[in-house]
């Protein structure tokens, strides 16, 4: 059979054993709603506030602090509109910056389209935001600032911690996409200071379709779907019983093996890294010293990443690229355009993210496979 590697766990992971476990009695046997009154669905209700326990201790938060969600996107749209919606019909200001996943930036711009301003900030070579470029665009309309903690194409993690305690100092709130970190970095909410932060199950060894949205007590933040009295009267619907509780088994298990897992990947990162220099091939790495340990964003001179893509897939490795692909002028994702990256390096860029799975063994075959096609190519 053929042999497969999968190194795109940044675009999603496998669902973890233990989550699978602990999601297997609520998808059959115990398929009650949570907010039925007998017995057999308290408890549905009890373990599914157990997993808010679970969650709200691995960040570092208060249990009346997580709110369940259908994943990133709905947490990151509901932190970014349900702050806008709190100022109807007023010139508001929201900051973000050039970087962020399209969850955010898609409703950054149908904020713009009802006439809130949105401000950009750019980054530099690493992708790393300036705090001090930050600080100099909050005005005295602005009401949100969102900065992701770790960057899904090129790994990087910004300054989260000084960008809030900045932002704090103006009566600013400070929102974060944390979707890429939650899981694979160490988090704690109270410690960053921010007020609101989004996380998805997926990212982390959970189901699909389950994320939560951390907002500090005492935030006030405008539902984003209206209906039933469910999280706090604050996120109307049904509970995904099943996935939120495979969500919180996967963050305790990532959590507990966090430092053995991060370790595992850095040395994968450096094998990978030190292999392909050693090989003589012509390349970059994208991104800054502090990075998501799992996510490598390699730039290869005079090659095309969507055909390395493609060859790789064929000898059975799964990676991603950074270019959206769609036509000749957008071939470069925002991410990469935003780097400022030489064109003969850009355009061959693929984005290899390792999963605590993977081994040596995988990454020699990758490291040859990518000698093959680069050499083929010459
Ligand atoms: N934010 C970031 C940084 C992501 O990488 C993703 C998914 O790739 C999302 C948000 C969206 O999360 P979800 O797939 O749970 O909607």
């Known amino acids: 059979m053929k042999r497969i590697i999968y190194a795109d766990h940044a675009a999603t992971t496998p669902l973890s054993e233990k989550a699978q476990t602990a999601m297997r009695d609520y998808l059959a046997a115990n398929f009650y709603n949570p907010s039925a009154k007998y017995v ?33 996107t709905e947490a990151d749209n509901w932190a970014l509109k349900g702050t806008a919606f709190r100022y109807p019909m007023q010139p508001k200001q929201i900051i973000t910056t050039e970087i962020e996943h399209h969850a955010v930036l898609n409703s950054c711009a149908f904020l713009r389209r009802m006439g809130y301003d949105i401000k950009y900030l750019p980054v530099d070579q690493q992708g790393l935001v300036d705090p001090v470029r930050l600080e100099r665009e909050i005005t005295s309309e602005t009401i949100l600032v969102s900065v992701m903690t770790a960057n899904n194409e090129i790994g990087t993690i910004q300054p989260i911690e000084k960008c809030a305690e900045i932002v704090r100092g103006y009566g600013v709130e400070f929102h974060t996409d944390a979707v890429q970190a939650v899981g694979h970095v160490p988090i704690e909410v109270a410690a960053l200071g921010i007020d609101m932060l989004s996380a998805s199950a997926h990212k982390f060894g959970g189901p699909k379709g389950a994320g939560f949205l951390y907002l500090k007590r005492g935030v006030p933040l405008e539902p984003l779907l209206s209906g039933g009295g469910q999280e706090y009267g ?125 081994t040596e063994e995988d990454v020699l075959y990758i490291v040859a496979a990518i000698q093959k096609i680069c050499c083929n190519k010459r």
Do not use: W
Request: charged residues 25%.
């Open 40 to 72: 057999n669905a308290q408890k549905t209700r009890r373990a599914l506030e157990q997993a808010r326990g679970i969650i709200a201790e691995c960040m570092g938060a208060d249990p009346e602090e997580i709110y369940f969600t259908s994943g990133g």
């Open 234 to 358: 604050r996120r109307a619907g049904t509970e995904n019983a099943a996935g939120i509780i495979g969500m919180a088994a996967a963050l305790q298990e990532s959590c507990d093996r966090l430092c053995a897992e991060t370790q595992h990947l850095l040395n994968l990162r450096h094998l990978l890294c030190n292999m392909l220099r050693d090989k003589g091939l012509d390349f970059r790495i994208n991104g800054a010293e502090n990075t998501l340990p799992g996510t490598l964003s390699l730039s290869f001179r005079n090659m095309d990443g969507e055909v390395l893509l493609h060859r790789l897939d064929l000898m059975g490795i799964q990676v991603a690229t950074g270019s959206a692909c769609d036509s000749k002028e957008t071939r470069l994702s925002h991410v990469l355009k935003a780097l400022h990256l030489p064109e003969v390096y850009a355009e061959g860029t693929i984005r290899i993210s390792l999963g605590a799975e993977n």
